[in-house]
């Protein structure tokens, strides 16, 4: 006893001096004799003497030790959990761990001693009224939980939400102040539990919480950290979407979102997707993207030169004999809009072809676009300049599908959408799109909109007939550019400018590689009869944007959007405000044909 009043004097002797007191939170520990075995191991790499504090809780939320520790500069602590809470007797909980530095780093390492399994968890340093797992697993193989705490001193009521497939389900916790709550994938979904599932969780409390899997009854144990999302973060969003729109002009839909390093996005949605209907436009709102098709288009054919199907450098007539200067044009150069080929969608007659469309005629076959297209000739000889062509990318499509054997649709699926679940992509014109938004075009002279809902996409196909959402834009850029879809080499050829390119506009395969402040980003936009998008991404930062609104023309005051995102990437400098820089990017990016 005396000494444990000694211990509380010299706590609040200590608190004196933690004015600016850092917190960080060890979501678990398990004590449990003959059981498990704990140590925490805690480093100071900061030149000042570190004063810590360890409160540890049991998962009722009452106290179940304490104990202050003094690290100098550079020293390290690893030491058993019951060496460290000699008060803390068999039990399971989290610990609080609080210290004057805010460099404090920390592992804690659990072990089952009867199976061998061992787990380790990094110190958390923020709290966040969302987490996301991306993955939980059930089967016979490995089972999966959820760990979560709650540090506050009121009770918490959480919304889990569990993604199975197509089939979404919620549960309601309640967690009791300062307590923690384990739930297993087979509990949260007792009936017909699913072999994965994606969670999130959210709170009106700040939590913190990992997820863990065993292996063979524990012979092996895997804990990860949840992804945090803030509340804040997605209320102000929203109230930047919502601002962008109300002093937009031409009043649509408008969906926007931004992924930081990896996290989960952030989504916000303002208008309508049905303006007849008054349905209000929701973050995860499906719409056309446009040319950004023409990423998917190229990353397809990349794919297939990997696979030793195609060389990108090879004469088209190895693959289609038949088309004019065909000995003479390479897939690359359709790629890159060297081909010279003119671009059919900018043709006076085509344009007939798509008011014919308007009254219900049947739309051109991809093969019937690309013959008219070399009909119409070249503007240049292949590979002396540079042309935006969207003609290139429909021939691209035929190649691909004569060299595998299989429609673009199927190539898109299979080599692209299912291995990244990205299941709110669709190819317009080609299948149907359940829940896709309203498409309308603006007429600027009368101010008004008509619903060209109607105009099939296969009039642009492989050059931007895709339909999507910013949840799964921001998976593909993602996937993309972090090279979970290309090799290395066929990433950098992707991203490789042809020097035909104007220099105010580097184009590689089916993407602008640009710069912003000296941050590189790789970039494009879209615009379709009904539909106009926009994405970014900055791969030293890993963050990325995307936008979607459904209507063939975006309003400038969406750049406000852009501007925002800037902010919070901290791209932006002091001397330059993201206004000025996203007008200057545009102008540049204007220049690519939609």
């Given at each position: 006893?005396?000494?444990?009043?000694?211990?509380?004097?010299s706590?609040?002797?200590?608190s004196l001096?933690?004015?600016?007191?850092?917190?960080?939170y060890v979501p678990?520990y398990?004590?449990?004799?003959?059981?498990?075995a704990?140590?925490?191991?805690?480093?100071n790499?900061t030149t000042?003497?570190?004063?810590?504090d360890?409160?540890a809780?049991g998962n009722?939320?009452?106290e179940?030790g304490?104990?202050?520790l003094?690290?100098q500069p550079?020293?390290?602590?690893?030491?058993g959990?019951?060496?460290?809470l000699p008060?803390?007797?068999?039990?399971r909980?989290?610990?609080v761990?609080?210290?004057?530095?805010v460099?404090?780093?920390?592992i804690?390492?659990?072990q089952s001693?009867?199976?061998?399994?061992?787990a380790?968890?990094?110190?958390i340093g923020i709290?966040?009224?969302g987490?996301?797992f991306?993955?939980?697993?059930h089967?016979?193989?490995r089972?999966s939980?959820?760990v979560i705490?709650?540090?506050?001193?009121t009770?918490?009521?959480?919304s889990?939400?569990i993604?199975?497939?197509?089939t979404?389900?919620?549960r309601?916790v309640q967690?009791g102040?300062?307590?923690?709550w384990?739930?297993?994938?087979?509990?949260?979904?007792?009936e017909?539990?699913?072999?994965?599932?994606?969670?999130?969780?959210?709170?009106?409390?700040?939590?913190t919480?990992?997820a863990l899997?065993?292996q063979?009854?524990a012979a092996?144990i895997?804990?990860?950290?949840a992804t945090?999302?803030?509340?804040n973060?997605?209320?102000k969003?929203?109230a930047?979407?919502n601002?962008?729109?109300d002093l937009?002009?031409i009043?649509?839909?408008v969906a926007?979102?931004?992924?930081?390093a990896?996290g989960t996005?952030?989504?916000?949605?303002?208008?309508?997707s049905?303006?007849?209907?008054?349905?209000?436009s929701?973050?995860?709102?499906?719409s056309d993207?446009?040319?950004?098709?023409?990423?998917?288009?190229?990353?397809?054919l990349l794919?297939?030169?990997?696979?030793?199907?195609i060389?990108?450098?090879?004469?088209?007539?190895?693959?289609?004999?038949?088309?004019p200067?065909g000995?003479?044009i390479?897939?690359?150069?359709?790629l890159?809009h060297?081909?010279g080929?003119?671009?059919y969608?900018?043709?006076?007659?085509?344009?007939q072809?798509?008011l014919?469309?308007?009254?219900?005629?049947?739309a051109?076959?991809?093969?019937q676009i690309?013959?008219?297209?070399?009909?119409?000739?070249f503007?240049?000889?292949?590979?002396?300049?540079?042309?935006?062509s969207?003609?290139?990318?429909l021939?691209?499509?035929?190649?691909?599908?004569t060299?595998s054997g299989r429609?673009?649709?199927?190539?898109?699926?299979?080599?692209?959408?299912?291995?990244?679940?990205m299941?709110?992509?669709?190819?317009?014109?080609f299948e149907n799109?359940p829940?896709?938004?309203?498409a309308?075009?603006?007429?600027?002279?009368?101010?008004?909109?008509?619903?060209?809902?109607?105009m099939?996409?296969?009039?642009?196909a492989a050059?931007?007939?895709?339909?999507s959402?910013n949840?799964?834009?921001?998976?593909?850029?993602?996937?993309l550019?972090?090279?979970?879809v290309?090799?290395?080499?066929?990433?950098a050829q992707?991203?490789?400018?042809?020097?035909r390119a104007p220099s105010?506009?580097?184009?590689?395969?089916?993407i602008v590689?640009?710069?912003?402040?000296?941050?590189?980003?790789?970039t494009h936009?879209?615009?379709?009869?009904?539909?106009?998008?926009a994405?970014?991404y900055?791969?030293n930062?890993?963050?990325?944007?995307?936008m979607?609104?459904n209507?063939?023309?975006?309003?400038?005051?969406?750049?406000r959007?852009?501007?925002?995102?800037?902010?919070?990437?901290?791209?932006?400098?002091?001397?330059?405000?993201?206004?000025?820089?996203?007008?200057?990017?545009?102008?540049r990016l204007?220049a690519v044909?939609q």
């Amino acid at each position: 006893m005396v000494h444990h009043k000694a211990l509380l004097f010299s706590l609040l002797i200590t608190s004196l001096f933690f004015a600016n007191a850092h917190t960080f939170y060890v979501p678990h520990y398990t004590q449990t004799e003959g059981e498990w075995a704990t140590r925490l191991t805690l480093f100071n790499p900061t030149t000042a003497q570190a004063e810590v504090d360890l409160i540890a809780y049991g998962n009722n939320g009452q106290e179940a030790g304490r104990s202050h520790l003094t690290l100098q500069p550079g020293e390290q602590v690893n030491r058993g959990l019951g060496s460290l809470l000699p008060e803390l007797r068999d039990d399971r909980g989290f610990m609080v761990i609080e210290t004057n530095t805010v460099a404090l780093s920390g592992i804690l390492t659990f072990q089952s001693l009867q199976n061998g399994g061992i787990a380790s968890l990094p110190l958390i340093g923020i709290r966040a009224q969302g987490l996301a797992f991306p993955l939980l697993e059930h089967n016979s193989l490995r089972q999966s939980g959820l760990v979560i705490t709650n540090p506050d001193s009121t009770e918490a009521v959480l919304s889990i939400e569990i993604l199975a497939g197509n089939t979404r389900s919620t549960r309601i916790v309640q967690i009791g102040a300062r307590g923690k709550w384990v739930g297993m994938l087979a509990d949260l979904v007792p009936e017909d539990t699913p072999e994965e599932a994606t969670v999130t969780v959210s709170s009106e409390a700040a939590l913190t919480g990992f997820a863990l899997t065993f292996q063979n009854n524990a012979a092996q144990i895997f804990a990860v950290s949840a992804t945090p999302v803030t509340r804040n973060e997605a209320a102000k969003w929203q109230a930047t979407v919502n601002e962008a729109y109300d002093l937009a002009q031409i009043k649509t839909g408008v969906a926007a979102g931004y992924r930081l390093a990896g996290g989960t996005p952030i989504l916000a949605a303002a208008g309508f997707s049905d303006r007849e209907n008054q349905i209000t436009s929701q973050p995860d709102m499906r719409s056309d993207i446009g040319s950004i098709t023409k990423s998917f288009t190229a990353a397809v054919l990349l794919i297939l030169q990997e696979n030793g199907a195609i060389d990108l450098d090879a004469p088209i007539a190895t693959y289609l004999p038949d088309v004019p200067r065909g000995d003479q044009i390479t897939t690359r150069m359709l790629l890159n809009h060297t081909s010279g080929l003119k671009n059919y969608s900018t043709e006076s007659d085509f344009n007939q072809v798509i008011l014919h469309n308007y009254n219900g005629g049947e739309a051109w076959t991809v093969a019937q676009i690309v013959d008219f297209a070399f009909d119409k000739g070249f503007d240049f000889e292949p590979g002396q300049g540079w042309n935006y062509s969207n003609s290139g990318y429909l021939t691209a499509s035929l190649i691909a599908e004569t060299v595998s054997g299989r429609p673009l649709i199927d190539l898109y699926h299979d080599l692209l959408w299912q291995p990244l679940g990205m299941n709110d992509t669709f190819f317009g014109g080609f299948e149907n799109i359940p829940t896709r938004a309203r498409a309308y075009r603006f007429d600027d002279e009368n101010r008004s909109y008509e619903d060209v809902t109607h105009m099939s996409l296969a009039l642009v196909a492989a050059a931007g007939g895709i339909v999507s959402n910013n949840q799964d834009m921001l998976t593909w850029a993602d996937a993309l550019f972090t090279g979970r879809v290309l090799s290395g080499d066929s990433l950098a050829q992707m991203l490789t400018p042809t020097p035909r390119a104007p220099s105010e506009l580097p184009y590689g395969l089916g993407i602008v590689i640009g710069e912003i402040n000296g941050e590189p980003v790789y970039t494009h936009n879209g615009g379709t009869f009904g539909g106009s998008s926009a994405f970014y991404y900055f791969p030293n930062r890993a963050a990325g944007l995307s936008m979607l609104v459904n209507c063939n023309m975006m309003d400038q005051n969406y750049s406000r959007l852009f501007t925002a995102f800037l902010n919070t990437t901290g791209i932006v400098d002091k001397n330059e405000t993201g206004l000025g820089l996203i007008q200057r990017f545009n102008k540049r990016l204007s220049a690519v044909p939609q």
